[in-house]
Antibody, heavy 119, light 110 residues
């Protein structure tokens, strides 16, 4: 069974960089599929951030492109998100997901982690 | 890219059917058969219910069905059950390795 688990600080100061890691179990990242991040501000809808292939190829939502970096560590079976210059608008639950490129869907989700941007 | 448009709410009595719409543009919903639907219970992660417009992942009841016409996709839940009360989100591939989600619909079982 594929499982994803987010980890990282729950509180980030404005203008700093948000950093999260997703640990995948039950499936090897190197076996294929894209892996990515989706967020949900409190009480609001879902927003796609970006995805990465195990080779390191990345695709980002143009709305984030200048601030976001997604990376992968196949040796640890993990992938990570960095979002720079955060503001209160970046306060959200961040989900890591597995992305099925042939179906353009997200079939496995982590439980999500709330990141609050506040001084 | 703009979010896909969904009605804020929908409701039905147990055993009835409810249909949720998801309206996009010719650049997303209308151009690709890659519409997915997700169910989200309060405080939980979304769960994939429908992908590629009409396909159900293993384990999803056949009470859930999807369709598409032009720039609008739809999710129908037949034989409503109390456990179907949740928020539902559509998503669509938007080309150039880009994805867009819907605004979300809260389904209430009366």
């Amino acid at each position: 069974q594929v499982q994803l688990q987010e980890s990282g600080p729950g509180l980030v100061k404005p203008s700093e960089t948000l950093s999260l890691t997703c640990t995948v179990s039950g499936f090897s990242i190197s076996s294929g599929f894209y892996w990515g991040w989706i967020r949900q501000p409190p009480g609001k809808g879902l927003e796609w951030i970006g995805i990465i292939y195990y080779s390191g190829r990345t695709y980002y939502n143009p709305s984030f492109k200048s601030r976001v970096t997604v990376s992968v560590d196949t040796s640890k079976n993990q992938f990570s998100l960095e979002l720079s210059s955060v503001t209160a608008a970046d306060t959200a639950v961040y989900y890591c997901v597995r992305s099925v490129s042939r179906s353009e869907t997200f079939d496995y989700w982590g439980q999500g982690t709330l990141v609050t941007v506040s001084s | 890219q703009s979010a896909l448009t969904q009605p804020p709410s929908a409701s039905g009595s147990p055993g009835q059917s409810v249909t949720i719409s998801c309206t996009g543009t010719s650049s997303d919903v209308g151009n690709y058969n890659y519409v997915s639907w997700y169910q989200q219970h309060p405080g939980k992660a979304p769960k994939l219910m429908i992908f590629e417009v009409t396909k159900r992942p293993s384990g999803v009841p056949d009470r859930f069905s999807g369709s598409k016409s032009g720039n609008t996709a739809s999710l129908t839940v037949s034989g409503l059950q109390a456990e179907d009360e949740a928020d539902y989100y559509c998503s669509s591939y938007a080309g150039s390795n880009n994805y867009v989600f819907g605004t979300g619909t809260k389904v209430t079982v009366l």
